[in-house]
C-alpha cells in the first residue's frame, strides 16, 4: 500500500497525539486545521506540516483526516470529510446526541469509507486478553460488573475550557467525555450489551470562572446487562488524586478478572479457590494480545502506545486488512445512545431502555 496522507483538525492535545500516532502507523501527516488561521499557523509550526485553508481543503488532500475538533464541530467536520469521499477518525463523542451520531454512521457506510473512533483503551494488550477470556466462555454466566473511570482535573472551582460549555462540549460533560470509554470497553470485554440504566448525576461547582455550570462533574450508574447481570458505573472528573483512573471487573459463576490501565500490563484473575495476576509475558495470551504487544515485556506499555496501535489497525482496514476490534462510528453512535440514555435518566429519575441498534 503506498503511504496514507493524513489530515489533521485541531491543533491541542489531542492533535498532537493523533499526530504521532499517525506517523508512528507510517503516514504522512500532510496539514493541519485548527480554529483560526493563527491557531492553524502555530499548531503547523509544532507539528511540522502545512497549513490548511479550510478541513474542505484537508479532505480533498488527504486520504484520512483525524478530526480532534470541540465536540460541538465533530458533526459539521464529519460531513465535509465524507462528502469528499475521504477516511475519517472522529474523536469522541462522535456528536452532541444520538440521533445526529446514528445519522452519521449511517452517511459513512453510504459513503463506502472506514470510519473509526478512538476508543483507544480496547488496545491494551491486556485489555484484549480480557476480552478474549471473556469470549472464550471463562468467566461463565456473567453476574456483575463493576467499573469507573475518575480524574480531578476539574476539582478546582476555576478549572475549565470549552468543555464547560454546553454548545461546545456537549450536554454531558464528565460521562461523555470519559463514560463513553468507559462503558465502551465494559461492552467490548463482556462481549455483550447494557440493556438498561438508572443514572444520577452531580454538579461539584455551581460556577466555573464566574460563569453557571450546567455539565455535569460526577455520575453514577446503574445498569442491567443483556444477560440479565447487574453493575455499577462511576464517572468522575473531579476526584482528587485520581489522574485516569479507569478500572472494569467483571464476576462470572466460574471466575472473574479486572483491568485497571494505570496498570496495563496486568490482569487480575480471580477464582473461588485461588487469584492471579498474569502479565504481559504471560504464555496462555491470546493472538490479539500477543498481536497488540509491540515491545518485549519488561518495557511498559501504556496510552500511546494503544493510541498508535488503534490508528495503525485504522490504516490497516483502509489497506484492506481485517484486524479484530477495531471502533467504527457504529459504536460511537452506540456510546452517544448511552450518554443520552444516562441524561434522560438523571433528569427524571427513571429506568431507561437503552434504544438497540443494528450492530
Same mark, same amino acid.
Given at each position: 500500500?503506498?503511504?496514507?496522507?493524513?489530515?489533521?483538525?485541531?491543533?491541542?492535545?489531542?492533535?498532537?497525539?493523533?499526530?504521532?500516532?499517525?506517523?508512528?502507523?507510517?503516514?504522512?501527516?500532510?496539514?493541519?486545521?485548527?480554529?483560526?488561521?493563527?491557531?492553524?499557523?502555530?499548531?503547523?509550526?509544532?507539528?511540522?506540516?502545512?497549513?490548511?485553508?479550510?478541513?474542505?481543503?484537508?479532505?480533498?488532500?488527504?486520504?484520512?483526516?483525524?478530526?480532534?475538533?470541540?465536540?460541538?464541530?465533530?458533526?459539521?467536520?464529519?460531513?465535509?470529510?465524507?462528502?469528499?469521499?475521504?477516511?475519517?477518525?472522529?474523536?469522541?463523542?462522535?456528536?452532541?446526541?444520538?440521533?445526529?451520531?446514528?445519522?452519521?454512521?449511517?452517511?459513512?457506510?453510504?459513503?463506502?469509507?472506514?470510519?473509526?473512533?478512538?476508543?483507544?483503551?480496547?488496545?491494551?494488550?491486556?485489555?484484549?486478553?480480557?476480552?478474549?477470556?471473556?469470549?472464550?466462555?471463562?468467566?461463565?454466566?456473567?453476574?456483575?460488573?463493576?467499573?469507573?473511570?475518575?480524574?480531578?482535573?476539574?476539582?478546582?472551582?476555576? +478549572?475549565?475550557?470549552?468543555?464547560?460549555? $454546553? #454548545?461546545? =462540549? @456537549? /450536554?454531558?460533560?464528565?460521562?461523555? &467525555?470519559?463514560?463513553?470509554?468507559?462503558?465502551?470497553?465494559?461492552?467490548?470485554?463482556?462481549?455483550?450489551?447494557?440493556?438498561?440504566?438508572? +443514572?444520577?448525576?452531580?454538579?461539584?461547582? $455551581? #460556577?466555573? =470562572? @464566574? /460563569?453557571?455550570?450546567?455539565?455535569? &462533574?460526577?455520575?453514577?450508574?446503574?445498569?442491567?446487562?443483556?444477560?440479565?447481570?447487574?453493575?455499577?458505573?462511576?464517572?468522575?472528573?473531579?476526584?482528587?488524586?485520581?489522574?485516569?483512573?479507569?478500572?472494569?471487573?467483571?464476576?462470572?459463576?466460574?471466575?472473574?478478572?479486572?483491568?485497571?490501565?494505570?496498570?496495563?500490563?496486568?490482569?487480575?484473575?480471580?477464582?473461588?479457590?485461588?487469584?492471579?495476576?498474569?502479565?504481559?509475558?504471560?504464555?496462555?495470551?491470546?493472538?490479539?494480545?500477543?498481536?497488540?504487544?509491540?515491545?518485549?515485556?519488561?518495557?511498559?506499555?501504556?496510552?500511546?502506545?494503544?493510541?498508535?496501535?488503534?490508528?495503525?489497525?485504522?490504516?490497516?482496514?483502509?489497506?484492506?486488512?481485517?484486524?479484530?476490534?477495531?471502533?467504527?462510528?457504529?459504536?460511537?453512535?452506540?456510546?452517544?445512545?448511552?450518554?443520552?440514555?444516562?441524561?434522560?435518566?438523571?433528569?427524571?429519575?427513571?429506568?431507561?431502555?437503552?434504544?438497540?441498534?443494528?450492530?
Amino acid at each position: 500500500m503506498n503511504v496514507l496522507r493524513t489530515g489533521i483538525v485541531g491543533g491541542g492535545f489531542m492533535g498532537r497525539t493523533h499526530t504521532g500516532a499517525a506517523r508512528a502507523a507510517g503516514a504522512e501527516v500532510v496539514g493541519v486545521v485548527s480554529s483560526s488561521p493563527e491557531r492553524t499557523a502555530d499548531a503547523a509550526a509544532e507539528l511540522g506540516v502545512a497549513a490548511a485553508d479550510s478541513v474542505a481543503a484537508l479532505a480533498e488532500t488527504a486520504d484520512v483526516v483525524h478530526i480532534c475538533s470541540p465536540n460541538g464541530l465533530h458533526a459539521e467536520h464529519v460531513r465535509t470529510v465524507l462528502e469528499a469521499g475521504t477516511h475519517v477518525v472522529c474523536e469522541k463523542p462522535l456528536a452532541l446526541d444520538g440521533a445526529e451520531a446514528q445519522e452519521l454512521a449511517e452517511l459513512a457506510q453510504r459513503a463506502g469509507v472506514v470510519a473509526a473512533v478512538p476508543f483507544i483503551y480496547r488496545f491494551h494488550p491486556m485489555a484484549r486478553q480480557a476480552h478474549s477470556y471473556a469470549a472464550d466462555g471463562n468467566l461463565g454466566r456473567l453476574l456483575t460488573v463493576r467499573g469507573s473511570y475518575l480524574q480531578d482535573w476539574m476539582l478546582s472551582p476555576e +478549572a475549565g475550557n470549552w468543555r464547560v460549555d $454546553p #454548545e461546545s =462540549g @456537549g /450536554r454531558s460533560r464528565a460521562f461523555g &467525555d470519559i463514560g463513553s470509554h468507559l462503558v465502551d470497553l465494559v461492552e467490548f470485554v463482556a462481549g455483550e450489551r447494557v440493556r438498561r440504566l438508572s +443514572a444520577k448525576t452531580a454538579i461539584a461547582h $455551581p #460556577e466555573r =470562572g @464566574g /460563569r453557571e455550570v450546567f455539565t455535569e &462533574d460526577a455520575a453514577a450508574v446503574i445498569v442491567e446487562m443483556d444477560s440479565g447481570a447487574v453493575g455499577t458505573l462511576t464517572v468522575s472528573q473531579v476526584n482528587a488524586g485520581r489522574k485516569n483512573a479507569l478500572t472494569l471487573e467483571l464476576a462470572g459463576t466460574e471466575s472473574s478478572l479486572a483491568f485497571d490501565q494505570e496498570h496495563p500490563d496486568e490482569l487480575w484473575l480471580g477464582g473461588a479457590e485461588s487469584s492471579r495476576v498474569i502479565a504481559r509475558d504471560a504464555t496462555e495470551l491470546s493472538a490479539d494480545a500477543q498481536r497488540l504487544s509491540t515491545v518485549p515485556a519488561g518495557h511498559p506499555m501504556g496510552y500511546l502506545d494503544a493510541f498508535a496501535a488503534f490508528v495503525r489497525d485504522t490504516y490497516a482496514v483502509i489497506g484492506g486488512a481485517s484486524p479484530e476490534g477495531l471502533p467504527d462510528f457504529t459504536d460511537g453512535a452506540r456510546a452517544n445512545q448511552i450518554i443520552d440514555a444516562v441524561l434522560a435518566s438523571a433528569a427524571d429519575g427513571t429506568w431507561i431502555d437503552v434504544e438497540r441498534r443494528p450492530s
